[in-house]
């Protein structure tokens, strides 16, 4: 096996015995990089430079025995995290040149652990998007199958990680985005409780949903990199001052005696019959592992998407307000006067999908509207979030499908926006909820297209989730497939 096909804790037991050291990590990284990434683009922009730098740091430090919660390990970042000095786009026109001043919180965080950063991968505009399709700079394609997509907003982080052009990654998940692409591209995705990671430095879409979370190969991996975001950050209003476990100590407990939640609105017409197939063997997996499986309802389910497509773009457009080609970004050198400049900077600025939602949001929140709609949603969400409170008082963990198919053919879904906002039909309830969700893979279809599970639980509750995950995973004795990156 080559080092980039390795996990987090499978490399640090080489780095500790001196087995390998993080140059040769991340030489052979970046070996993969130049090797796939001219079909897979994965990244907006490499950190080749700065990476080798890092990661010679961090050998002299585990010669030091100063070693960190990542020392040495190469992790890639969605675009969307500010890097201090580094082209932070949102997969935008208007930020293609924007240089942020500071570091991301989640990235201080990071760099403070040891890791060496490979890169800013690639995303749907302003994380708008279910494909990574809606990119400025083009699309990202799915390593298991290059005709596909990886899933989205954040598909160049997972698909990055899937074709071992990184360790691990970070993405944000506002509906979905870190769940749905890591479903799609077979590995491990984590949206946080709603105030467990900051968001400070995070590019805001919608700011009442907006979670980061890791993409990781495995369970284990997801436990040590939630232990270095996790916690309260002071610069961050909704960050929460809730004590942050240790995360390993999740793993491998078992679920004996546990109750799992399954909602009978989440196996429903149009769902994939593959995919239901190996999410209903979930179902078994986790009986032998000692749990038992009842039935639970989720009422308000219809209306997620809805509430969602009220709340998001009201959120996101008074949050891309600030885009106006005057202090940073894209402007457009052809207005004639101010207002021309700002209209025609965000004209050219955005994209297609990113003025709809502008649009939307604007319409939601207008006199007249707001009540009807804004209002509306938000009362609707609090009945969503109630439909949770009311299911975890009879269940440990809820588990469902985590995307209603496999991955789907690049340009199949971009002409219809609909259809693309159907792919988050199973992962918007939870951040309308606030609560935390992972998505584990658990097989492949026919033609190797992987599939995810999802498993929700309360607030706060991240550790329950590593517990189950890890109990499944173990279980559940997966293929260690890897994607092959090629077959245009
Ligand atoms: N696909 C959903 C959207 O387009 C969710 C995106 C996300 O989680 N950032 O808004």
């Given at each position: 096996?080559?080092?980039?096909?390795?996990?987090?804790?499978?490399?640090?037991?080489?780095?500790?015995?001196?087995?390998?050291?993080?140059?040769?990590?991340?030489?052979?990284?970046?070996?993969?990089i130049?090797?796939?990434e001219k079909?897979v683009h994965a990244y907006i922009t490499l950190m080749r430079e700065t990476a080798?730098?890092?990661?010679?740091?961090?050998?002299?430090?585990?010669?030091?025995?100063?070693?960190?919660?990542?020392?040495?390990?190469?992790?890639a970042l969605k675009d969307i995290c500010c890097t201090k000095g580094v082209r932070t786009t949102c997969g935008s026109r208007i930020l293609h040149n924007f240089i942020p001043p500071y570091d991301a919180?989640v990235v201080?965080?990071?760099?403070?652990?040891?890791?060496?950063l490979t890169g800013k991968t690639n995303m749907d505009e302003f994380a708008m998007g279910s494909s990574t399709e809606s990119s400025f700079f083009g699309a990202t394609r799915?390593?298991?199958?290059?005709?596909?997509i990886p899933?989205g907003s954040s598909g160049g982080s997972s698909a990055a990680?899937?074709?071992?052009e990184c360790?691990?990654s970070l993405g944000s998940?506002t509906?979905?985005s870190?769940?749905?692409p890591?479903?799609?591209?077979?590995?491990?995705?984590?949206?946080?409780?709603?105030?467990?990671?900051?968001r400070?430095g995070l590019i805001a879409f919608a700011?009442?949903?907006d979670?980061i979370?890791?993409?990781?190969?495995?369970?284990?991996?997801?436990?040590?990199?939630?232990?270095?975001?996790?916690?309260?950050?002071?610069?961050?209003?909704?960050?929460?001052?809730?004590?942050?476990?240790?995360?390993?100590?999740?793993?491998?407990?078992?679920?004996?005696?546990?109750?799992?939640?399954?909602?009978?609105?989440?196996?429903?017409?149009?769902?994939?019959?593959?995919?239901?197939?190996?999410?209903?063997?979930?179902?078994?997996?986790?009986?032998?592992?000692?749990?038992?499986?009842?039935?639970?309802?989720?009422?308000?389910?219809?209306?997620?998407?809805?509430?969602?497509?009220?709340?998001?773009p009201?959120?996101a457009c008074s949050n891309l307000a600030r885009y106006d080609g005057v202090k940073y970004g894209f402007r457009s050198e052809e207005g004639?006067?101010l207002m021309e400049m700002y209209k025609k900077s965000r004209a050219s600025g955005f994209g297609a999908e990113v003025k709809r939602r502008i649009m939307?949001?604007?319409?939601?929140?207008?006199?007249?509207?707001?009540?009807?709609?804004?209002?509306?949603?938000?009362?609707?969400?609090?009945?969503?979030?109630?439909?949770?409170?009311?299911?975890?008082?009879?269940?440990?963990?809820?588990?469902?499908?985590?995307?209603?198919?496999?991955?789907?053919?690049i340009?199949?879904?971009t002409?219809?926006?609909?259809?693309?906002?159907?792919?988050?039909?199973?992962?918007?309830?939870?951040?309308?909820?606030?609560?935390?969700?992972?998505?584990?893979?658990?097989?492949?279809?026919?033609?190797?297209?992987?599939?995810?599970?999802?498993?929700?639980?309360?607030?706060?509750?991240?550790?329950?989730?590593?517990?189950?995950?890890?109990?499944?995973?173990?279980?559940?004795?997966?293929?260690?497939?890897?994607?092959?990156?090629?077959?245009?």
């Amino acid at each position: 096996m080559e080092l980039y096909e390795l996990t987090i804790h499978e490399l640090q037991d080489k780095l500790r015995t001196g087995e390998t050291s993080s140059a040769e990590i991340t030489a052979s990284v970046f070996g993969r990089i130049d090797a796939v990434e001219k079909d897979v683009h994965a990244y907006i922009t490499l950190m080749r430079e700065t990476a080798l730098a890092e990661a010679t740091r961090a050998d002299e430090a585990i010669r030091k025995g100063e070693i960190g919660a990542l020392t040495g390990i190469p992790i890639a970042l969605k675009d969307i995290c500010c890097t201090k000095g580094v082209r932070t786009t949102c997969g935008s026109r208007i930020l293609h040149n924007f240089i942020p001043p500071y570091d991301a919180t989640v990235v201080e965080k990071l760099r403070a652990a040891g890791a060496v950063l490979t890169g800013k991968t690639n995303m749907d505009e302003f994380a708008m998007g279910s494909s990574t399709e809606s990119s400025f700079f083009g699309a990202t394609r799915n390593p298991w199958d290059l005709t596909r997509i990886p899933g989205g907003s954040s598909g160049g982080s997972s698909a990055a990680l899937a074709a071992g052009e990184c360790i691990a990654s970070l993405g944000s998940d506002t509906g979905g985005s870190i769940r749905q692409p890591a479903a799609l591209c077979g590995v491990v995705g984590l949206k946080p409780t709603y105030g467990r990671v900051s968001r400070f430095g995070l590019i805001a879409f919608a700011s009442s949903l907006d979670q980061i979370g890791p993409f990781t190969k495995d369970v284990e991996d997801c436990a040590i990199l939630m232990n270095v975001i996790a916690g309260y950050d002071p610069r961050e209003s909704t960050s929460v001052p809730e004590e942050v476990p240790d995360y390993r100590q999740f793993l491998g407990r078992g679920i004996e005696g546990w109750t799992v939640g399954i909602p009978k609105e989440y196996f429903i017409d149009g769902i994939d019959p593959e995919v239901e197939a190996a999410v209903r063997e979930t179902i078994k997996v986790v009986e032998k592992a000692g749990a038992k499986c009842i039935e639970v309802s989720l009422p308000h389910t219809e209306y997620c998407l809805a509430v969602y497509y009220i709340v998001a773009p009201a959120e996101a457009c008074s949050n891309l307000a600030r885009y106006d080609g005057v202090k940073y970004g894209f402007r457009s050198e052809e207005g004639r006067d101010l207002m021309e400049m700002y209209k025609k900077s965000r004209a050219s600025g955005f994209g297609a999908e990113v003025k709809r939602r502008i649009m939307i949001g604007t319409y939601a929140l207008s006199s007249g509207y707001y009540d009807a709609y804004y209002k509306k949603a938000s009362q609707v969400r609090a009945l969503i979030k109630r439909d949770f409170d009311e299911a975890f008082a009879k269940c440990d963990v809820i588990l469902t499908p985590t995307t209603p198919t496999p991955a789907f053919r690049i340009g199949e879904k971009t002409g219809d926006p609909m259809q693309m906002y159907l792919s988050d039909i199973f992962t918007i309830s939870t951040n309308l909820a606030g609560i935390p969700g992972i998505s584990v893979p658990c097989g492949f279809t026919a033609a190797g297209l992987p599939i995810g599970v999802q498993f929700l639980a309360g607030h706060f509750q991240e550790g329950r989730l590593i517990q189950f995950a890890s109990a499944y995973e173990k279980e559940a004795h997966l293929e260690k497939r890897r994607p092959r990156c090629h077959g245009i």
